[in-house]
């Protein structure tokens, strides 16, 4: 069993609209969470970390679900500048676990 | 000026061939990573360094080397390329945040590899 994995996608949403996506991961005692943004095979780079709690930066919401391991990502009024790739990653003893991404393609 | 980076940009090489991969930072970080990216894989851990001497096998090691020269400098080999090595290569850096223990890395541009 992977130890994250993400629905692939795509998922073609037109502007403005809401787009949810989640991952799982395999290891209960994992201690941090992230969701990571990739374009076309550029680097990766942090989006958002992930709380236990949940948390907003604009407009994008995260959600962790320690009990049923699960992370989720929440992108509100889409932008065109939104179509990328989501990586899901999960810090295991500072050493990072990537899924494979949820590609998102927002249209006009 | 970027603040990890990685030398060459893109490379393609033939079977068996030793090639070796560079990566910078100017951030200041302890840590240092090296990955590799295929499609439809997640990024995987080839080997990291939490300091300058120390270093540490990833889950995908096999085939690959590393030298830590500094604290700013981390360099992927390859001793005898294979095809199965061609891939997308990054480099990243980390240092705790020392208020929520939290690693972000920060990722360098990456290197294209292809072994003929």
């Known amino acids: 069993r992977k130890e994250v994995e993400q629905d692939p996608g795509p998922f073609n949403v037109p502007e403005g609209a809401t787009v949810a996506f989640n991952c799982t991961y395999s290891?209960?005692?994992?201690?941090?969470f992230f969701w990571y943004r990739q374009d076309c095979r550029k680097e990766p780079k942090l989006l958002m970390s992930?709380?236990?709690s949940g948390n907003e930066d604009g407009r994008f919401t995260a959600q962790l679900n320690r009990a049923s391991q699960y992370i989720s990502l929440l992108i509100r009024d889409s932008k065109l500048s939104d179509s990328a790739t989501y990586l899901c990653v999960v810090n295991n003893d500072y050493k990072l676990s990537f899924g494979a991404g949820t590609t998102v393609t927002v249209r006009a | 000026d970027a603040d990890v980076t990685q030398t060459p940009r893109n490379r393609i090489t033939k079977t068996g061939k030793r090639i070796m991969l560079e990566c910078s930072q100017t951030k200041g970080h302890d840590r240092m990573y090296w990955y590799r990216q295929d499609p439809g894989l997640g990024l995987r851990l080839i080997y990291y360094?939490?300091?300058?001497?120390?270093?540490n096998k990833g889950e995908i090691s096999d085939g690959y080397s590393v030298s830590r020269q500094a604290q700013a400098k981390f360099s992927l080999s390859l001793e005898s390329a294979i095809p199965n090595q061609t891939a997308l290569y990054f480099c990243?850096?980390?240092?705790?945040?020392?208020?929520?223990?939290?690693?972000?890395?920060?990722f360098g541009p990456g290197t294209r590899l292809t072994v003929l």
């Open positions: 990243a850096t980390s240092d705790s945040d020392l208020a929520g223990g939290l690693d972000t890395q920060y």
């Open positions: 290891n209960s005692a994992s201690q941090s």
């Open positions: 992930v709380y236990s």
């Open positions: 360094s939490f300091d300058v001497k120390d270093i």
